[in-house]
């Protein structure tokens, strides 16, 4: 099922660094401008987007379209958001998912980002992605809310800041954000996986260390942040090397720690070092 759905479709994930300490967006009117920056970059660039996920220091699409495409819109978003932000010079990471088990994974793990960086919101609850759209009651409506064709030149440039004319049926909240649900492919996500257990199966399963080891070139596609990979290593620690944290082993079983890391989530050796507490010059010789 999920093969025939991919057919004919190109899809990448688009990220940035989950590491940078650049702060991009620091209140509700930063995240509903880049909201409003997906749609204008999604439509400029003839992408079909699936799914997305901003952060306070980084950014995580799932889209359909070309390589260049693609490449064209996070470039095209990024120059939009620094207009405001003026800091976003994180590296941008774009990586092929060729088969549907990878793309669910993928999806799971943008929407759970919120939950990894520890916000106290289930991940269909975080405002500032696209999971509150998927297995979702959509004949619900949110008051206030108008068509872009309603909208007059100079309230439609105030909202978009740009020349790119979207469609007019494209609804509008009341606090001035284009409603995602616009231009996210959500019946494609929701046909993906199939049904809505099977969604909430991918959110909640503990693919960090129960994936099966075919599944290991997929983990590598995604950047996973320190905090992730710490709560990792504690279920590594006890079941291999019976401690309770890395701060337990020894210099030994802190290399083969890092080791591991590499060969499962395709960690870097600056990273590595860092989680596992290694001078990055020790490990070098190892790597």
């Given at each position: 099922?999920?093969?025939?759905?991919?057919?004919?479709?190109?899809i990448?994930h688009?990220?940035?660094?989950?590491?940078?300490?650049?702060?991009?967006?620091?209140?509700?009117?930063?995240?509903?401008?880049a909201?409003?920056?997906?749609?204008v970059?999604?439509f400029?660039?003839?992408?079909?987007?699936?799914?997305?996920?901003?952060?306070?220091?980084?950014v995580?699409?799932?889209?359909?379209g070309?390589?260049?495409?693609?490449?064209?819109?996070?470039r095209?978003?990024?120059?939009r958001?620094n207009?405001?932000a003026?800091?976003?010079?994180?590296?941008?990471s774009?990586?092929?998912?060729?088969?549907?088990?990878?793309?669910?994974?993928?999806i799971?793990y943008?929407?759970?980002?919120?939950?990894?960086?520890?916000?106290?919101?289930?991940?269909g609850?975080?405002?500032?992605?696209?999971?509150?759209?998927?297995?979702?009651?959509?004949?619900?409506?949110?008051?206030?809310?108008?068509?872009?064709?309603?909208?007059?030149?100079?309230?439609?440039r105030a909202?978009?800041?740009?020349?790119?004319?979207?469609?007019?049926?494209?609804?509008v909240?009341c606090?001035?954000?284009?409603?995602?649900g616009n231009?996210?492919?959500?019946?494609?996500?929701?046909?993906?996986?199939?049904?809505?257990?099977?969604y909430?199966y991918?959110?909640?399963?503990?693919?960090?260390?129960?994936?099966?080891?075919?599944?290991?070139?997929?983990?590598?596609?995604?950047?996973?942040e320190?905090?992730e990979?710490?709560?990792?290593?504690?279920?590594?620690?006890?079941?291999?090397?019976?401690?309770?944290?890395?701060?337990?082993l020894?210099?030994?079983g802190?290399l083969?720690m890092?080791?591991?890391?590499?060969?499962?989530?395709?960690?870097?050796?600056?990273?590595?070092?860092?989680v596992?507490?290694?001078?990055?010059?020790?490990?070098?010789?190892h790597?």
């Amino acid at each position: 099922m999920g093969e025939k759905i991919m057919k004919g479709r190109e899809i990448y994930h688009i990220c940035t660094d989950g590491l940078s300490r650049n702060i991009l967006f620091k209140s509700d009117t930063d995240y509903i401008k880049a909201i409003n920056d997906i749609a204008v970059c999604t439509f400029a660039k003839c992408l079909s987007m699936y799914c997305f996920c901003l952060m306070d220091n980084h950014v995580h699409f799932i889209a359909g379209g070309s390589y260049d495409a693609c490449l064209a819109f996070i470039r095209m978003f990024k120059r939009r958001v620094n207009l405001r932000a003026k800091c976003f010079s994180a590296d941008i990471s774009i990586k092929r998912i060729d088969n549907p088990e990878y793309l669910r994974t993928a999806i799971a793990y943008v929407i759970r980002n919120p939950v990894a960086a520890n916000i106290q919101v289930a991940p269909g609850e975080y405002r500032w992605s696209s999971g509150n759209l998927y297995f979702s009651d959509r004949s619900k409506s949110m008051a206030g809310t108008r068509n872009i064709s309603s909208l007059g030149y100079d309230e439609m440039r105030a909202l978009v800041n740009s020349h790119v004319k979207l469609p007019g049926k494209y609804a509008v909240a009341c606090n001035g954000m284009i409603l995602p649900g616009n231009y996210v492919e959500h019946v494609f996500v929701e046909n993906l996986y199939g049904n809505v257990r099977r969604y909430l199966y991918y959110l909640s399963k503990n693919d960090d260390l129960e994936m099966e080891e075919m599944s290991t070139d997929m983990l590598r596609k995604v950047k996973y942040e320190d905090k992730e990979l710490y709560n990792s290593m504690t279920d590594i620690c006890f079941k291999e090397f019976g401690k309770n944290s890395v701060e337990e082993l020894s210099i030994e079983g802190r290399l083969k720690m890092a080791m591991k890391l590499k060969k499962k989530y395709g960690v870097g050796l600056k990273q590595a070092a860092r989680v596992v507490g290694l001078d990055p010059e020790l490990l070098r010789g190892h790597f």
